[in-house]
């Protein structure tokens, strides 16, 4: 019932474009902070990115910030995570996840996922 599922992955060259899209159904995201992570292989999940539902405020991992943008269409229950200028650093498993967010709170700092995505694979590579 309650589903996240994630596209826009695929094959990319170094310095390419991607955008995933994580689409929510089963529940309404309005009320949820969404977060991207991934997983490489051999390697830790780790957080990439994140948006609260409160306020609008993202947040990056050092490692993607002035590349990756998050942004959010609640009228489509959407979030999407724009990639540019990939690496093959970037390469991996992305997984997007939300987290409960009440009024005046940011969970995307502590974020706590209860739901996540099958996961999109990322492919840099030249």
């Known amino acids: 019932q309650v589903q996240l599922v994630e596209s826009g992955g695929g094959l990319v060259q170094p310095g390419g474009s991607l955008r995933l899209s994580c689409a929510a159904s089963?529940?309404?995201?309005?009320?949820?902070?969404i977060g991207w992570f991934r997983q490489a292989p051999g390697k830790e999940s780790e957080g990439v990115s994140c948006i609260s539902s409160s306020d609008g405020s993202t947040y990056y991992a050092d490692s993607v910030k002035g590349r990756f943008t998050i942004s959010r269409d609640n009228a489509k229950n959407t979030v999407y995570l724009q990639m540019n200028s990939l690496k093959p650093e970037d390469t991996a498993v992305y997984y997007c996840?939300?987290?409960?967010?009440?009024?005046?709170?940011?969970?995307?700092?502590?974020?706590?996922?209860?739901?996540w995505g099958q996961g999109t694979q990322v492919t840099v590579s030249s």
């Open positions: 996840a939300a987290d409960r967010e009440l009024p005046g709170e940011q969970a995307c700092p502590t974020m706590k996922a209860n739901y």
């Open positions: 089963g529940f309404t995201l309005d009320y949820f902070a």
